[in-house]
């Protein structure tokens, strides 16, 4: 309360060039004086000082690069084969190991549903965007039927923690409310939300407003998955619940396998604390995090911090060295969140330059055109040289990858794109049940129907036909 006045937050923000904060002051009501005097008591403005002047200690990605060498894994191949990779385990004994700790309850969800969802454009949400392709069904609907499939299917409670932030929140628990959370019940379901940082103004480091008496902020990343998990006590419980692995992913992406034994089971039989889903680059190039050890430390190295020659490697069969491309699916060993509590705070920021909209110097709302902030995020990635024997395990990527990224019409990551993959999931899945399917027409699997070819072969007459566009749902 002692900082309510101007003198004080002057002294505040003077050694730091941030009295630009106080510019509209006159203009403000006492409730707004008091809400820009809490923004400002709450930053960590030394923090973001260092950040803009760029004195943190960035990887050399280029060297590192070139002394890391391919993580351990599981390849498709090897899991087809029966023949079980690096690890010696075949798929069946997996699925076994993966199976038996979903019937146990030992395994919870992470779905992280923070992000602002810029590129897509729509007014809502990501996690709200209808895009089941004849149902309608929401990104959350699809991921929520899929632990609910996964609960019923091994007779057990899966809990589900969905971290949101100030930017989703509101809207996802009231739309979340407005459906019964799509059949989960509340015991089930934590709605956490993840922390926000400011942004600064890229030529001049200036702290940006997106009102008068209003700093602007943005959500800190997924990386504040940690401290979000922490603060609100979702880590707790899932200790008190006896919850031992949790599958993490993001709400972008809804052919992501949720809870898949194989994953899992891999994950166990490897007393591993990371096990990470990954799919294999088609070109060196890929835009896709390059999972890589370094110096016996799991990396995601991101392809624009590969250099073109170590992305180019190959080895001795003529494949890419660098091959296995993360798509943010991971398991973590609880302990090993709980370990990420301690460490969180050197989890390094990552710096992006944005178009912020705010108000300028002269009192007029601003939208740029071009970037002209940075924003600062932590990313969940940089928990994995964290873990103990990590490992990935392949999947192929049309029964795992299709995000949502931008609006209709662009080149890529588009709802068409995205419908189109999950269409052409649950075509290949009932033509292996031995159905046929008109031309022309489109069949929909709900997670609830069945969540994998064969409960699909389980549930479906044999020698179906559809002749007309259908939704299948429970
Ligand atoms: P992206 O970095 O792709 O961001 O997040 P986004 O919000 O989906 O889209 P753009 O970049 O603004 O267009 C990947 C996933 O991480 C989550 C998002 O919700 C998405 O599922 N995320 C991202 C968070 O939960 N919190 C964040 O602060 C950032």
Request: charged share 25%.
């Amino acid at each position: 309360m002692h900082m309510i006045d101007r003198e004080s937050l002057t002294k505040l923000l003077e050694p730091r060039g941030q009295t630009h904060l106080l510019a509209f002051w006159d203009e403000l009501d006492s409730q707004q004086r008091t809400d820009l005097a809490k923004q400002v008591a709450n930053l960590d403005l030394d923090l973001i000082s260092s950040l803009y002047r760029g004195d943190v200690d960035l990887p050399d990605w280029a060297d590192l690069s070139r002394r890391a060498t391919p993580p351990p894994a599981v390849r498709l191949t090897e899991r087809r084969a029966g023949t079980g990779g690096d690890l010696g385990v075949t798929d069946v004994q997996a699925i076994q190991r993966g199976e038996a700790a979903l019937r146990d309850g030992k395994v919870g969800v992470i779905l992280t549903a923070g992000g602002q969802g810029s590129r897509l454009g729509f007014e809502l949400p990501k996690s709200l965007y209808p895009i089941g392709p004849i149902s309608k069904a929401s990104l959350l609907q699809i991921h929520i039927e899929k632990v609910r499939a996964t609960a019923a299917k091994f007779d057990v409670n899966v809990p589900l923690y969905v971290m949101t932030s100030p930017a989703t929140h509101a809207d996802t628990v009231r739309f979340l409310a407005d459906n019964d959370n799509f059949g989960l019940t509340d015991h089930d379901l934590t709605v956490f939300c993840q922390g926000c940082m400011p942004a600064v103004d890229i030529e001049t480091g200036h702290l940006l407003l997106a009102d008068k008496h209003q700093l602007f902020m943005s959500p800190n990343g997924h990386g504040g998955t940690i401290a979000a998990l922490e603060d609100s006590g979702a880590l707790d419980a899932m200790r008190q619940r006896g919850i031992e692995q949790l599958f993490y992913l993001q709400v972008d992406n809804p052919l992501v396998p949720i809870c898949d034994p194989a994953l899992i089971g891999y994950h166990i039989l490897a007393n591993s604390e990371l096990a990470s889903l990954t799919i294999a680059k088609q070109e060196p190039q890929d835009k896709l995090g390059n999972f890589a050890m370094i110096d016996g430390r799991l990396h995601v190295i991101e392809y624009s911090d590969l250099p073109d020659d170590v992305a180019q490697q190959r080895d001795e069969h003529g494949e890419l060295k660098f091959w296995a491309g993360s798509i943010a699916v991971h398991v973590f060993e609880r302990a090993l969140l709980e370990r990420a509590v301690e460490i969180k705070e050197t989890l390094p920021f990552h710096i992006a330059r944005k178009n912020v909209p705010h108000i300028g110097a002269d009192g007029t709302h601003v939208t740029p055109t071009e970037p002209n902030a940075l924003k600062f995020e932590k990313f969940i990635f940089d928990l994995l040289p964290a873990a103990q024997r990590p490992i990935v395990v392949e999947y192929a990527e049309a029964e795992c990858f299709a995000p949502l990224k931008n609006a209709p019409g662009a080149p890529k990551d588009t709802p068409e794109y995205v419908q189109r993959m999950l269409l052409a999931q649950h075509h290949r899945w009932l033509t292996a049940a031995g159905a046929s399917i008109a031309d022309r027409v489109d069949v929909e699997i709900s997670p609830l129907y069945a969540l994998d070819a064969a409960a699909v072969e389980q549930r479906l007459p044999p020698d179906h036909f559809f002749d007309k566009s259908e939704y299948l749902r429970d």
